[in-house]
């Protein structure tokens, strides 16, 4: 049974930094607060009481008949260990001691431990199918239950049962391993400032200096994309992609080789050719097939467009270089660098130019505020200690009533041994039942200078999973917030990434920071035209993720970084030789394996959703339909039923392949 940690990751951004915010002396978080884990020995002991409250209630659990509170001891049970294991979990992404976060880790197995042989516990299994549930909230808690001890095994003879829960193990351990070697990686790349030609001098005037005085810049999303967008020699680029595509190396490579065939032989225990097989039958695209139609429809459209496009910057680069067109070629490292040359000379938009509009605090102050305006929900700050002096804590409340909702945290900066990219935990789950507050942890690494546009859409991304997790009112702590089918999941974050190309939502800037100059209009229509240059050749690549993907856990069960090399190889830029790029693809070390391609599905029902605002994008009455009827609903409804109950109609893919043609 996996983990009840929620994580969700998303794309990587570098966003902005801010500073500490004085808390209003009324304002208090509705939740527990957060573990202090000073040291690894209170890790440690946070851990025996954890896994010692979870035994035992688990003992009594086994005990109950399975009458009509059984589904809330159950789910009583699942917020105990929530709560024990999720602090725990989540501090091994973000704590800034190595010691602590190695400690956290530990702890991690041993309750991997507990929930796998948890999820071949035949009383409860039994019990869970004696139950009769009173209406479709509790049908679906126990369907999910019951498929849950399924998919752990539970129904499988005994030699197959032990070694489904020794692969669960295993592959709980290896995919730790994987994820510490790509947040432990300290790797500088040095630089003159002749080789930083082009890359602003804002962007590394500040960063550390080898012996030689040359300027190290780190991996991390605010370094990678200020070489890689601006750096003027070619030969820099390359050195920042091959450093970046190094990351996690051949160790990682050989651990996500053993993901790959410790998935297949999982798959296999239950009668499933592969992996694909055994983990599409739940999802939204029900199976391998449909899975594949969909992304042949999103290559088709795309396509045409693709090669017009690296046309385009094969041209740029011929220019720029005072090279012969058909003698220039277009390398990994050049794609994002020329994208953004035709942006600037096509559309005169240039992304630095939008930082000194997008002051870091104030930005977070900006997306907090369009929650507000739209959804009901106002954040304040709150005085605490946490896991490091620059994280945030806000308490969530409804507007309307006043009523504490949930607790944000938000960690903004870049720093050794936090999680690079950018995503939020939902530590807690919110239950009507219990009168629980829901709890998520916002975790970016943000540019101190300010926001481009493409990471104020990043950050508004990601306020959008945790707006899932603290606008949750459902029911059963187990059924809340992101806890929803994978392929479903990034539709609420992805829907709203368009409010930020929005005038009127823009506005509302100015609301929060009076002295902040608004973004010339004429900036923002160029802008929301460059945005659509550049589309086929992202939506090809995420083809190429989603369908590497699903061909490294189809029954082959293929050797990761050889089906690599033959994928991208076939693509019309290629292959660099010598870049591992599966090494460091954490999502496929984590919860996406045989999953990627909900990025591109979940983006069809966010288009989908976005058309219900298509009038006015902070409509109050429409927010608050949508956050009553999808985001409050969780998982106690199927995806179908809450697109049918907002948009009034089925869902379909309209609007996505419309927008492909923009």
């Given at each position: 049974m996996p983990t009840t940690l929620r994580w969700l990751c998303a794309t990587l951004a570098p966003l902005a930094a801010a500073a500490a915010v004085a808390a209003p002396p009324a304002a208090r978080l509705p939740g527990p607060a957060f573990p202090a884990f000073a040291d690894p020995a209170a890790v440690a002991a946070a851990c025996d009481r954890g896994l010692a409250a979870a035994g035992r209630q688990l003992q009594v659990l086994e005990r109950r008949r399975a009458d009509a509170g059984w589904i809330a001891a159950m789910d009583d049970l699942n917020v105990t260990i929530e709560d024990a294991s999720g602090p725990v979990s989540f501090i091994v992404n973000v704590h800034p001691d190595k010691a602590v976060r190695e400690a956290a880790q530990a702890c991690e197995l041993r309750w991997q431990d507990f929930l796998s042989t948890l999820g071949q516990n035949r009383r409860l299994y039994d019990a869970a199918r004696r139950v009769k549930p009173r209406d479709a909230i509790d049908r679906a808690f126990l369907q999910e239950t019951i498929d849950n001890f399924v998919d752990a095994g539970v129904g499988l003879p005994d030699a197959p049962r032990q070694r489904a829960k020794a692969l669960n193990d295993r592959m709980t351990e290896v995919g730790q391993v994987f994820a510490k070697n790509v947040r432990d990686d300290a790797t500088r790349v040095p630089y003159t400032q002749d080789e930083l030609a082009g890359v602003p001098e804002a962007g590394w005037k500040d960063r550390p200096r080898d012996e030689q005085g040359r300027v190290l810049m780190g991996l991390d999303g605010p370094s990678f994309d200020a070489v890689m967008g601006h750096a003027e020699?070619?030969?820099?680029?390359?050195?920042?992609?091959?450093?970046?595509?190094?990351?996690?190396?051949?160790a990682n490579l050989a651990l996500l080789g053993e993901l790959v065939?410790?998935?297949?032989?999982?798959?296999?225990?239950?009668?499933?050719?592969?992996?694909?097989?055994?983990?599409?039958?739940?999802?939204?695209?029900?199976?391998?097939?449909?899975?594949?139609?969909?992304?042949?429809?999103?290559k088709a459209a795309v396509a045409e467009r693709e090669l017009r496009e690296l046309r385009?910057?094969?041209?740029?680069?011929?220019?720029?270089?005072?090279?012969?067109?058909?003698?220039?070629?277009?390398?990994?490292?050049?794609?994002y660098f020329y994208t953004e040359r035709v942006r600037r000379a096509r559309y005169s938009v240039d992304q630095e130019a939008f930082r000194p509009y997008f002051p870091p605090q104030e930005s977070l102050r900006f997306v907090l505020k369009v929650a507000e305006r739209l959804l009901g929900v106002r954040y304040t700050p709150v005085a605490a200690r946490l896991w490091h002096p620059d994280v945030q804590a806000y308490v969530a409340t409804d507007v309307r009533s006043g009523k504490p909702l949930a607790t944000l945290y938000v960690d903004l900066y870049p720093r050794d041994g936090k999680y690079n990219h950018a995503a939020v935990w939902s530590l807690r789950g919110a239950s009507t039942r219990l009168n629980r507050t829901a709890e998520a942890a916002l975790v970016v690494n943000m540019d101190r200078r300010g926001l481009t546009l493409d990471e104020l859409e990043t950050l508004l991304h990601e306020l959008g999973h945790a707006l899932h997790n603290n606008l949750s009112a459902t029911r059963h702590a187990s059924q809340a917030g992101t806890s929803v089918l994978r392929d479903f999941v990034e539709a609420p974050s992805q829907m709203l990434e368009d409010w930020v190309y929005d005038?009127?939502?823009?506005?509302?800037?100015?609301?929060?920071?009076?002295?902040?100059?608004?973004?010339?209009?004429?900036?923002?229509?160029?802008?929301?035209?460059?945005?659509?240059?550049?589309?086929?050749?992202?939506?090809?690549?995420?083809?190429?993720?989603?369908?590497?993907?699903?061909?490294?856990?189809?029954?082959?069960?293929p050797e990761p970084q050889a089906t690599w090399v033959r994928m991208e190889s076939a693509t019309p830029i290629g292959h660099a030789e010598g870049t591992m790029l599966p090494a460091s693809f954490g999502h496929l070390a984590g919860g996406y394996a045989a999953g990627y391609y909900g990025y591109?599905?979940?983006?069809?029902?966010?288009?989908?959703?976005?058309?219900?605002?298509?009038?006015?994008?902070?409509?109050?009455?429409?927010?608050?339909?949508?956050?009553?009827?999808?985001?409050?609903?969780?998982?106690?409804?199927?995806?179908?039923?809450?697109?049918?109950?907002?948009?009034?109609?089925?869902?379909?893919?309209?609007?996505?392949?419309?927008?492909?043609?923009?």
């Amino acid at each position: 049974m996996p983990t009840t940690l929620r994580w969700l990751c998303a794309t990587l951004a570098p966003l902005a930094a801010a500073a500490a915010v004085a808390a209003p002396p009324a304002a208090r978080l509705p939740g527990p607060a957060f573990p202090a884990f000073a040291d690894p020995a209170a890790v440690a002991a946070a851990c025996d009481r954890g896994l010692a409250a979870a035994g035992r209630q688990l003992q009594v659990l086994e005990r109950r008949r399975a009458d009509a509170g059984w589904i809330a001891a159950m789910d009583d049970l699942n917020v105990t260990i929530e709560d024990a294991s999720g602090p725990v979990s989540f501090i091994v992404n973000v704590h800034p001691d190595k010691a602590v976060r190695e400690a956290a880790q530990a702890c991690e197995l041993r309750w991997q431990d507990f929930l796998s042989t948890l999820g071949q516990n035949r009383r409860l299994y039994d019990a869970a199918r004696r139950v009769k549930p009173r209406d479709a909230i509790d049908r679906a808690f126990l369907q999910e239950t019951i498929d849950n001890f399924v998919d752990a095994g539970v129904g499988l003879p005994d030699a197959p049962r032990q070694r489904a829960k020794a692969l669960n193990d295993r592959m709980t351990e290896v995919g730790q391993v994987f994820a510490k070697n790509v947040r432990d990686d300290a790797t500088r790349v040095p630089y003159t400032q002749d080789e930083l030609a082009g890359v602003p001098e804002a962007g590394w005037k500040d960063r550390p200096r080898d012996e030689q005085g040359r300027v190290l810049m780190g991996l991390d999303g605010p370094s990678f994309d200020a070489v890689m967008g601006h750096a003027e020699q070619a030969a820099a680029r390359e050195r920042m992609y091959r450093a970046r595509y190094a990351m996690g190396g051949e160790a990682n490579l050989a651990l996500l080789g053993e993901l790959v065939r410790l998935r297949h032989e999982y798959a296999g225990l239950f009668g499933y050719a592969s992996y694909d097989d055994f983990v599409l039958r739940r999802r939204m695209a029900h199976d391998l097939g449909r899975a594949q139609r969909f992304l042949g429809e999103v290559k088709a459209a795309v396509a045409e467009r693709e090669l017009r496009e690296l046309r385009e910057l094969r041209d740029e680069k011929a220019r720029h270089l005072g090279t012969p067109p058909e003698a220039t070629r277009i390398e990994r490292w050049d794609a994002y660098f020329y994208t953004e040359r035709v942006r600037r000379a096509r559309y005169s938009v240039d992304q630095e130019a939008f930082r000194p509009y997008f002051p870091p605090q104030e930005s977070l102050r900006f997306v907090l505020k369009v929650a507000e305006r739209l959804l009901g929900v106002r954040y304040t700050p709150v005085a605490a200690r946490l896991w490091h002096p620059d994280v945030q804590a806000y308490v969530a409340t409804d507007v309307r009533s006043g009523k504490p909702l949930a607790t944000l945290y938000v960690d903004l900066y870049p720093r050794d041994g936090k999680y690079n990219h950018a995503a939020v935990w939902s530590l807690r789950g919110a239950s009507t039942r219990l009168n629980r507050t829901a709890e998520a942890a916002l975790v970016v690494n943000m540019d101190r200078r300010g926001l481009t546009l493409d990471e104020l859409e990043t950050l508004l991304h990601e306020l959008g999973h945790a707006l899932h997790n603290n606008l949750s009112a459902t029911r059963h702590a187990s059924q809340a917030g992101t806890s929803v089918l994978r392929d479903f999941v990034e539709a609420p974050s992805q829907m709203l990434e368009d409010w930020v190309y929005d005038r009127r939502v823009l506005a509302l800037f100015q609301e929060v920071c009076p002295a902040c100059r608004p973004v010339p209009e004429a900036m923002l229509k160029q802008a929301v035209s460059a945005r659509e240059y550049g589309k086929g050749v992202q939506f090809a690549r995420q083809h190429l993720y989603a369908s590497y993907d699903l061909a490294l856990h189809a029954a082959d069960a293929p050797e990761p970084q050889a089906t690599w090399v033959r994928m991208e190889s076939a693509t019309p830029i290629g292959h660099a030789e010598g870049t591992m790029l599966p090494a460091s693809f954490g999502h496929l070390a984590g919860g996406y394996a045989a999953g990627y391609y909900g990025y591109l599905w979940s983006l069809v029902v966010a288009m989908d959703l976005r058309t219900a605002f298509a009038k006015d994008r902070l409509d109050p009455a429409v927010g608050l339909r949508y956050r009553q009827r999808v985001l409050s609903q969780g998982s106690q409804r199927p995806p179908e039923q809450l697109l049918r109950d907002f948009l009034g109609r089925e869902t379909d893919a309209k609007a996505f392949f419309a927008d492909l043609q923009k």
